[in-house]
């Protein structure tokens, strides 16, 4: 089966200074896909890289190809906007449109493109919602604003809104980092179903997480896809020394 995203000697650079080398990483649809590494290990530049976020960075370059379904998203012609929509993003922190409802903030996307049907944004706002697993929580009070959503709630906010626009891959970088063990165990059970409707790659420092939730591990370590494959085997088995002491926790 031909992989959703396939990366191919993706290097990244800040200047002169090369951040990412040469990774080549397939990811397949409707698994889970964790990047784990110690801080500045390059995880989350590879991560941005999937939806063009180092385009809004001065002096960032991407070489190499990023394939989804088919089309290089670094490719001549290719709209980085239209193919952020493609690509959906969820932070380390809860970042809710703070001006704006729960309602408004899961259907900004479609409003942006265009949708005014009312009809059809509450019916893409309650499927999102429950996507979310937020919809039984929030449904009495989306004319209310966001901001007054506990943090757990204000993550899945933000998930609702990035599945919105059906996006065909799910980036989440950290996205329990900031939050209590129940949230986070919420949102750790909410993306065995997420993979149902999408892709997820997640960036985590957490070992046991990464564990937990997600069928492929990738290893990077100082800029270098270190070592990729079934979660069971990075961490039962792996096949390098360096993933071995990681994951066993001699260093990171």
Known sequence: MSPLLSAREVSIFYGSNEAVKKVNLDVQRGTVNALIGPSG???????????????????????????LDGQDIYGPGVDPVAMRRRVGMVFQKPNPFPT????????????????????????????????????????????????GLSGGQQQRLCIARALAVEPEILLMDEPTSALDPASTAKIED???????????????HNMHQAARVSDTTSFFLVGDLVEHGPTAQIFQSPKDERTEAYVSGRFG
């Open 41 to 67: 290990c390059g995880k989350t530049t590879f991560l941005r890289a999937i939806n063009r976020m180092h385009d809004l960075t001065p002096g960032a370059r991407v070489t190499g190809h990023i394939v």
């Open 100 to 147: 704006m409802s729960v309602f408004d903030n899961v259907v900004a996307g479609l409003k942006l493109a265009g949708v005014r049907n009312r009809d059809q944004l509450m019916q893409v706002a309650e499927r999102s919602l429950r996507g979310a697993a937020l919809w039984d929580e929030v449904s009495g009070r989306l004319n209310t604003p966001a901001t």
């Open 190 to 204: 909410l993306m065995g179903e997420l993979k149902k409707m999408t892709t997820i790659v997640i960036v985590t």
